[in-house]
């Protein structure tokens, strides 16, 4: 899965001139977490009662990564 994520990244950035792409993730998903992780994102922090769900409001991670930060 990280090759498709380095793709995308790759695209963004080289094709599309972006400087900074963002994930919004629900910290519940693990393994969201770890994937973004390992592709260098960065855990910028996280967003209370930003997601309304079924039972409310959900907290969730934003995640960033910047073209610099790009290998």
């Known amino acids: 899965m990280s090759e498709a994520i380095a793709a995308v990244l ?4 080289q094709e599309m001139y972006l400087n ?11 393994s969201s977490v770890q994937l973004l992780e390992n592709v260098d994102f960065v855990r910028e922090g996280l967003l209370r ?8 409001f959900d907290d969730v991670f934003i995640y960033s990564i910047l073209k610099r930060d790009f290998k």
């Open 10 to 13: 790759r695209y963004g950035f």
């Open 49 to 56: 009662e930003y997601d309304l769900g079924q039972n409310g």
């Open 20 to 30: 900074r792409i963002e994930a919004i993730i629900d910290p519940a998903n693990t």
